[in-house]
């Protein structure tokens, strides 16, 4: 079977996309499928002759114009001269062609318009009821997210559910290990950690402000450890922590590989995830299956993953989220009952089983 995965140029906002992807590249491998890159293909002038094919198609995004472009005729030639057999449409909208299509809904947003959405987020929910017909089927990242397309829609096909799931690296990790990683970025303390977007600056700043009314409260010694979601945080993030009040107590480590990430998470007192919408879920499952437990802001898909492995703060707001670091920092028996919690939740979320219902969904007939 051949299979096209549609991707978007230059864009680190799509984390589900991103999941899917590389979920898919690690199975189709396993299964002997070849791996090609649409561009690569077009510049040296190759043709498909395989017959088992998983084909990158990164489209440029960059405006409303080159969008309609690709998504109403670009893609549909493509699709038709090297012969595909389905398409993952993974940014949610489903292409003007006419075989079958998994149309992707990576953020239950894209369901209703919103203030503040990035271009290709507008684009998707000018077309999802569009998309929504033309669709095979749907995926999405939870069963929350799958209720409210069902919401939207009248149509009668499959909402198939695929979570996101951590890799093995990511597990607990016995006290005397978590002593050593202690010993190497807290200077033998207790810590918080957070993954933050690397240049958004507002979030980065209702954090300090949280962990400032923790430290006020505590007078404690417990350090705060952030790392980026991509590659590192910005020069302007580095400059505001350099006047804050407590800046001694908080670290920014730009250079850790996934080891070093599992083993931060793994020892870290809990995961501070101040989520940025509801599909923002991938620093929740990996802390979870470290059975670390998270404090976060309280949305719907977020609640369902987590479940009493979380505390949640019911709104957007700093102060909101230092007072529930206090409150996990005294109730040590609280603290206890979600990392067993987490270990619970945990096993509803494993990546080899999610990843094989993955592509069944893609290489079964309709």
Known sequence: MRIALIH???DLSNDYAAYL??????????????????????NARESIKEENVLLHIVIPANSSFSLKYWYSYKL????????????????????????????????MALLRPQKGMLLWQQFATSKMKESLQLAASVLTYSATAAEAVRAVTNIEKKINVIPYTAPEIFVPMEWHNKLYVKSRYAQNKEYF????????EAVFVDLLKAYSKFKKWQQSGMKLILLPKEEGFSKAIEQKL????????????????????ADLIAAAYALLHPAMNDADLWPMIIALQCNTPVITTN????????????????EKDPEAFGDKLNQL??????????????ALQT??????????QLWQLLTQQQ
């Open 299 to 314: 949305q719907e898909s977020l609640n369902e993953y987590g479940g009493e492995a979380a505390v949640y703060v019911a």
């Open 21 to 42: 992807a590389a979920l898919l590249d690690e199975i189709a491998t396993s299964k002997e499928y070849v791996i090609k890159d649409y561009d690569h293909v077009v």
């Open 76 to 107: 549909a030639r493509i699709l038709k001269k090297y012969r595909m057999d389905k398409t993952l449409c993974l940014y949610g909208v489903c292409t003007s062609s006419n075989i079958d299509q998994i149309l992707v809904v990576p953020d």
């Open 329 to 342: 920092y005294k109730e040590e028996e609280q603290k206890t009952k979600m990392v067993e919690a987490a």
């Open 8 to 10: 978007h140029s230059d």
């Open 193 to 200: 950690i957070a993954i933050l977007p690397d240049n958004n």
């Open 242 to 261: 350099d006047t804050y009040k407590y800046r001694e107590d908080v670290s920014l480590v730009n250079d850790a590989d996934k080891k070093d990430v």
């Open 347 to 356: 096993a509803n979320y494993k990546q080899q089983d999610f990843t094989e």
